[in-house]
């Protein structure tokens, strides 16, 4: 995770995100800690048959129109750890 962080940083990215099981409580704590956010947004996918939801999260480098109409238009939520 430092390496991804990292990477980020010394190539000029405005943003992280990545998606995390929405029963996956583990992970999500270990993202947070890493400064991630979780956006609010969900994506809804099929593994089979059986739907399953992901919570998009993010990790903002820097602030940028694109990245403060983002964090404007997120639905507000809170992972209780």
């Known amino acids: ?34 400064g991630f956010e979780n956006s609010g947004y969900i994506h809804d996918f099929p593994i089979g048959t059986t739907p399953q939801t992901d919570w998009w999260f993010w990790k903002f480098y820097k602030f940028t129109i694109s990245t403060g109409i983002l964090r404007l238009c997120r639905t507000e939520f809170t992972v209780s750890p």
């Open 1 to 34: 995770m430092d390496f991804v962080i990292e990477y980020g940083t010394s190539n000029k990215y405005e943003m992280l995100w990545l998606g995390v099981w929405e029963h996956n409580i583990r992970a999500q704590k270990f993202y947070l800690k890493y």
